[in-house]
């Protein structure tokens, strides 16, 4: 199960990118996780202050 960020609690920190180790973050309008891409590892989740990403 990827890990999945709310475009409305998303304040575009850029936080969670950072933390990724597999470059599953893209940027855009808001941030969005590649699902076919993200090990699930929670690392997005734990950086982000906004409390944005989830488990989907």
Do not use: F, R, T, W
Not at 16 to 23: K, S
């Amino acid at each position: 199960m990827a890990y999945k960020i709310n475009p409305d609690s998303c304040i575009a920190c850029g936080s969670c990118i950072d933390e990724c180790p597999v470059e599953a973050i893209s940027s855009g309008d808001y941030y969005v996780i590649d699902p076919e891409l993200c090990i699930e590892c929670g690392a997005c989740a734990d950086a982000c202050p906004s409390d944005a990403i989830h488990p989907e």
